[in-house]
């Protein structure tokens, strides 16, 4: 079982910065594909950005494209993204999930469906003021 702790929300005023971490209690972290969605009151969980086990294939939702990174350090068991330029509009909780690859150097898929993740942390607020 993955268990996964996000961390590193906050408020931040409208284009600061922030990175998020998502770190992993599991030996085998580089066997999974892991993704960040966000979500806001009374939306659906929405994908922000996936990356395969190795790091070296990422994707990202267009609305995040260019402002976001996603990367993984599988040494430290640990899953980050950073967020420049924030807005507003990107405040929410940010979740981290985790998608088994069995050893498979693949990002799964270029938007992964909320009921396809394996396991999810417990979220991380993101408060962005304007």
């Known amino acids: 079982q993955l268990q996964l702790v996000e961390s590193g929300g906050g408020k931040v005023q409208a284009g600061g910065s922030l990175r998020l971490s998502c770190a992993a209690a599991?030996?085998?972290?580089?066997?999974?594909?892991m993704a960040w969605f966000r979500q806001t009151p009374g939306k659906e969980r929405e994908f922000v950005a996936a990356?395969?086990?190795?790091?070296?294939?990422?994707v990202y939702a267009d609305s995040v494209k260019g402002r976001f990174t996603i990367s993984r350090d599988n040494a430290k068991n640990t899953l980050y993204l950073q967020i420049n330029s924030l807005k507003p509009e990107d405040t929410a909780v940010y979740y981290c999930?985790?998608?088994?690859?069995?050893?498979?150097?693949?990002?799964?898929?270029?938007?992964?469906?909320?009921?396809?993740?394996?396991?999810w942390g417990k979220g991380t607020l993101v408060t962005v003021s304007s």
């Open positions: 599991e030996r085998t972290f580089s066997n999974y594909a």
């Open positions: 999930g985790g998608k088994y690859t069995a050893g498979y150097d693949t990002v799964y898929r270029s938007k992964w469906p909320e009921d396809k993740v394996d396991y």
């Open positions: 990356i395969s086990w190795s790091g070296g294939s990422a």
